[in-house]
């Protein structure tokens, strides 16, 4: 994979702009992970999003509360509540996360989503896929990837700022 910085961000594209977080107590987070904010009004990885059924479907939904990339690291064993202290949330720029090889080319403007962890049915925190459901879409491709390609690069496009990706014309 490519040099990039310590949240997977490559310091290209739109200007980075963050979030506020608010950390919950007891849940782990690492610089480069992706996060959601959850219904108890806490952010978190989205490793602890709850699946549903498949990475489709679990995408779809949580697509749309998806805030962007950890700039926090936070142990589980931290016991009390955290904020911006802890590190914010990029919510703007151009990123490189790994994918698993392609197994066709990624050109510009091609839809990016969350993969599954190897080992469990778990969203993977740091690691996306191509996809061709807009509804499942927070990003775009910026540069071409080649047939093999084991990494992205890509702009977060946000449901939550921008609607979500929009069909290419």
């Known amino acids: ?7 997977n961000e490559t310091g290209q594209g739109r200007a980075p702009e963050q979030w506020d977080a608010i950390w919950k107590a007891s849940i782990a987070v690492s610089p480069g992970d992706f ?14 999003y ?10 779809g ?4 509360l998806l805030r962007g990339v950890s700039m926090a690291r936070r142990l589980a064993a931290q016991a009390t509540d955290g904020g911006k202290a802890d590190g914010n949330i990029l919510k703007t ?6 994918c698993a090889a392609l197994g066709s080319a990624a050109a510009p403007g091609a839809l990016v989503t969350f993969a599954k962890q190897a080992s469990a049915n778990l969203v993977d925190n740091q690691a ?4 061709a ?4 879409a927070f990003g775009r491709v910026t540069r071409d990837a080649p047939v093999g390609q084991t990494f992205l690069f890509f702009e977060l496009l946000l449901p939550l700022l921008y ?4 069909a290419p014309a």
């Open 50 to 59: 709850t699946w549903n059924t498949d990475i489709a479907t679990t995408a």
């Open 35 to 48: 996060v959601f904010r959850d219904t108890d009004g806490y952010d978190k990885p989205v490793s602890s």
């Open 133 to 136: 459901t807009i509804g499942q």
């Open 1 to 7: 994979m490519p040099a990039c910085g310590i949240y």
């Open 128 to 131: 996306v896929a191509v996809t």
């Open 163 to 166: 609607g979500g990706p929009t």
């Open 93 to 98: 720029g151009e990123f490189c996360f790994p």
């Open 61 to 64: 939904a949580l697509n749309i």
